[in-house]
């Protein structure tokens, strides 16, 4: 995520998620580094460590497939296609954490389950934990740049604004554990698994390409 940070221009919608994305990372990695820093506590730093790293390769491979000129995951494809021009920062940050959430943490946590022979319900608690590390970094970013643009504000963008405070993160990471629990029950049906993630993709597409509605 460094990498990618200097590599785009700070204008760039993918570089615009892409910083904010790093920000929480960090946060997170600091606080399993030292556990006895921050009042958040995981049950099993190893196994949340595990799913964080999961969690973000996910985004790795959709910076990847695109860079590669390949096809990018359709949950994604709205943030690349309008990474540059006549849309606020704010709208890439909540765009791409819609489709992170709503599309790749369920199968992140599904996967890291999977690995570490656990149900879902093991990491349940750890899972709840993350919001509250979210809350500290995402408001106030979110509160940043709704601010500079709050000056500006006029009849054309307002509506815009108005779509981009109805996401709620909490409310995203609910709905993304019924469907951590939806693909944990599908997991041993791969016809019907394929299906869902596909109905899935699509659904959290069309989602961040409404997050995405030029502002002129």
């Not at 993350?130 to 500079?148: G, H, M, W």
Request: net charge negative; charged share 25%.
């Amino acid at each position: 995520m460094w990498e990618i940070d200097a590599a785009l221009a700070a204008d760039d919608g993918v570089a615009v998620f892409n910083r904010m994305y790093l920000t929480v990372t960090e946060r997170i990695a600091e606080i399993i580094a030292l556990p006895g820093a921050s009042a958040i506590r995981f049950q099993d730093a190893q196994v949340m460590a595990d799913l964080d790293v999961r969690f973000a390769n996910l985004w790795l491979a959709a910076y990847d497939a695109d860079a590669g000129r390949r096809s990018v995951p359709t949950p994604w494809r709205p943030l690349f296609e309008s990474r540059r021009g006549s849309r606020l920062p704010v709208q890439y940050a909540i765009a791409g954490m819609n489709s992170h959430i709503e599309h790749d943490l369920p199968i992140a946590v599904v996967d890291t389950c999977k690995a570490h022979g656990l149900a879902p319900a093991d990491v349940h608690q750890d899972y709840e934990a993350v919001n509250d590390v979210l809350a500290q970094v995402e408001a106030p970013i979110r509160r940043s740049f709704l601010d500079a643009v709050g000056r500006e504000i006029d009849d054309h963008i307002g509506p815009v604004v108005h779509l981009l405070s109805t996401w709620n993160m909490d409310k995203a990471r609910d709905l993304s554990w019924v469907t951590v629990e939806t693909l944990w029950a599908l997991r041993r049906t791969s016809f019907l698994r394929g299906r869902f993630l596909d109905s899935l993709g699509h659904t959290v597409g069309m989602t961040s390409r409404a997050l995405l509605t030029p502002t002129s």
